[in-house]
């Protein structure tokens, strides 16, 4: 007798790749500005909470066998431990940080000289830019945000620091600021697979959601409720995807494509408009 099954076929097997993260511990994490609409300064943080929140997505990486290094938390920086802002780094090149607003400028050279320490040659950048918040790096090309933070001129900056091209993306909704809250990089196509991605398409331009369809006609589309939970703002190692416990739909998706979702609760980043991903700068190999 034969058994058909009906289960759609993930389109690939993805396959994990031990991944090389940066992160900056939350010592001096508060919300004392207000630099989006996520941020209130009469919510305060839960500092215990915040820590221990850190400390988990760090155990993570580390018992997934990724590399997790730190760099200093500077006083007065409480938006440092967003480290995906730091830079831009792809094949032992970054392109340096330049922060949109004034309470951030400090982070930009304190990345850089972590970056500079380690071996990476840094570019200094001329343009407004928030490192990995608004630039994804995919096999083939960097997926670029504009709107809020990067400016359109960074974006050409950074294909030449870098030495890859640019997507420009022009996001449209002020909940997601950044690029990494409108989009997961699941697979960035640098193995056997194409690159995949999920993306909450309202966060987008009419135009940008057109390039977005066409580049990437599979992907998966993540509702407006599970964005709003930041739940795109995940990282993902080709295999497993460490992404917001509150986003469960999506988590669901991504098992369907043959990827294992790990939830974790960040939520005292919320209260910042940060979560997985921007607590985390990869140095793309
Ligand atoms: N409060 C920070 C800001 O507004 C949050 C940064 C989140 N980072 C990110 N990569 N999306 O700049």
Not at 121 to 142: K, Q, R, S, W, Y
Not at 209 to 235: H, K
Not at 251 to 264: D, H, K, M, Q, S
Request: glycine share 8%.
């Amino acid at each position: 007798m034969t058994v058909l099954d009906t289960r759609p076929a993930p389109i690939h097997a993805p396959e994990p790749r031990t991944r090389h993260y940066l992160m900056c511990a939350p010592t001096h994490f508060s919300v004392t500005y207000a630099i989006n609409p996520w941020m209130d300064i009469t919510n305060p943080v839960d500092v215990e909470r915040a820590r221990l929140q850190w400390e988990v997505l760090r155990n993570t990486y580390l018992s997934l066998g990724h590399r997790v290094d730190v760099v200093d938390p500077m006083p007065g920086q409480p938006d440092m431990v967003f480290a995906a802002n730091g830079g831009l780094t792809v094949g032992g090149r970054a392109y340096g940080a330049k922060f949109r607003f004034a309470e951030r400028a400090a982070e930009g050279a304190a990345y850089a000289a972590w970056l500079r320490q380690s071996g990476v040659t840094v570019v200094e950048p001329e343009h407004t830019n928030e490192g990995e918040g608004d630039f994804l790096a995919l096999g083939t090309m960097i997926l670029a945000g504009t709107g809020f933070r990067t400016s359109l001129a960074a974006h050409i900056e950074a294909a030449d620091a870098v030495d890859r091209p640019v997507v420009s993306l022009e996001l449209v909704d002020p909940r997601f600021y950044h690029l990494d809250v409108a989009i997961a990089v699941l697979d960035d196509g640098n193995g056997s697979a194409p690159a995949e991605i999920a993306y909450y398409p309202g966060a987008f331009s009419q135009h940008s959601q057109r390039t977005l369809r066409d580049l990437f006609p599979d992907a998966i589309i993540c509702s407006e409720s599970d964005a709003l939970v930041l739940g795109l703002n995940a990282v993902s190692d080709g295999h497993h995807v460490i992404l917001p416990a509150a986003a469960a739909e999506l988590a669901e998706a991504l098992r369907t494509r043959g990827y294992t979702p790990v939830p974790i609760d960040l939520d005292e980043y919320m209260k910042s408009g940060g979560s997985v991903k921007c607590c985390t700068m990869e140095l793309h190999r």
